[in-house]
C-alpha cells in the first residue's frame, strides 16, 4: 500500500529565516505530487504540483518554490519566511492511471512564522 | 472565478440521525467530485468521489450529484460522535478546488 510523509511536524521560525519542507511517497512509482496550504479556518490552497522529476508548476505566485529531484519526494523551499507564510502545508500525491484528481495527502507540517 | 460554495456550519446531528451537508460549484465543465473529511488539527482524508449523476453509496456514506444544478451533497447515515470533523467538498477544474469546508458535530 501507499503511504505519504511530511516532516517535520510542526515547525516555528522568525520572519525572514529559510524554510524547507519535505514529502516522499512509498509504495508507487512516478506519482503527480502536489503542495498545499491551508490557512486557519479556511479551505485548502494548491501551491504547486508536479507530473515528474524536475517538472513543477506553480499555482500562486509567491516567495516560495518547490522541487522534484527524485521520482517519490517533493520539497517545498523559501529563502525568506513571511508573517503570511504560517499555516498547515499539505502534500498530496495521485496515482496518474487513474483519475488525477483522486488525491490522498499526508499528516501535513503545520508551520507558525513569528 | 470558479468557486466551491459549502454552508460553513456547524451543522449540529443528534447521533444515530442522517447529516446532510451540501455543496455547489459555479462551473459546468466539472467532471470530478470529491468528499474528503478532516478532523481537527489533522489532513483531509478521502472518503467519496462520485463522477456521475445519481447516488453513489459506500457504508454510511452517501453521495448525490446533481450536474445540471451544479451540487454535491454528502448524507451521513446513523451519525456517530467520531463522525465529527470538517468536510470538504472538492471539484476538479483540471486542478482540484476546495470549498472552505462544514463542520458537523454530532451530539450524543
Known amino acids: 500500500s501507499q503511504t505519504i510523509h511530511q516532516w517535520p511536524a510542526t515547525l516555528v521560525q522568525p520572519v525572514g529565516s529559510p524554510l524547507s519542507l519535505e514529502c516522499t511517497v512509498e509504495?508507487?512509482?512516478?506519482?503527480?505530487l502536489y503542495w498545499y496550504r491551508q490557512a486557519a479556518g479556511r479551505g485548502l490552497q494548491l501551491l504547486f504540483y508536479?507530473?515528474?522529476?524536475?517538472?513543477i508548476s506553480s499555482e500562486v505566485p509567491q516567495n516560495l518554490s518547490a522541487s522534484r529531484p527524485q521520482d517519490r519526494q517533493f520539497i517545498l523551499s523559501s529563502k525568506k519566511l513571511l508573517l503570511s507564510d504560517s499555516g498547515f502545508y499539505l502534500c498530496?500525491?495521485?496515482?496518474?492511471?487513474?483519475?488525477?484528481?483522486?488525491?490522498?495527502f499526508g499528516p501535513g507540517t503545520r508551520l507558525t512564522v513569528t | 472565478q470558479k468557486e466551491v460554495e459549502q454552508n460553513s456550519g456547524p451543522l449540529s446531528v443528534p447521533e444515530g440521525a442522517i447529516a446532510s451537508l451540501n455543496c455547489t460549484y459555479s462551473?459546468?465543465?466539472?467532471?470530478?467530485f470529491f468528499w474528503y473529511r478532516q478532523y481537527s488539527g489533522k489532513s483531509p482524508e478521502l472518503i467519496m468521489f462520485?463522477?456521475?449523476?445519481g447516488d453513489k453509496e459506500d457504508g454510511r456514506f452517501t453521495a448525490q450529484l446533481n450536474k445540471a444544478s451544479q451540487y454535491v451533497s454528502l448524507l451521513i447515515r446513523d451519525s456517530q460522535p467520531s463522525d465529527s470533523a470538517t468536510y470538504l467538498c472538492?471539484?476538479?477544474?483540471?486542478?482540484?478546488?476546495f470549498g472552505a469546508g462544514t463542520q458537523v458535530v454530532v451530539t450524543p
Open positions: 498530496a500525491w495521485s496515482v496518474p492511471r487513474r483519475s488525477s484528481y483522486e488525491q490522498y
Open positions: 509504495g508507487t512509482s512516478n506519482p503527480n
Open positions: 508536479s507530473v515528474g522529476i524536475g517538472q
Open positions: 462551473d459546468r465543465g466539472s467532471q470530478s
Open positions: 462520485i463522477y456521475s449523476n
Open positions: 472538492a471539484v476538479e477544474w483540471g486542478k482540484l478546488q
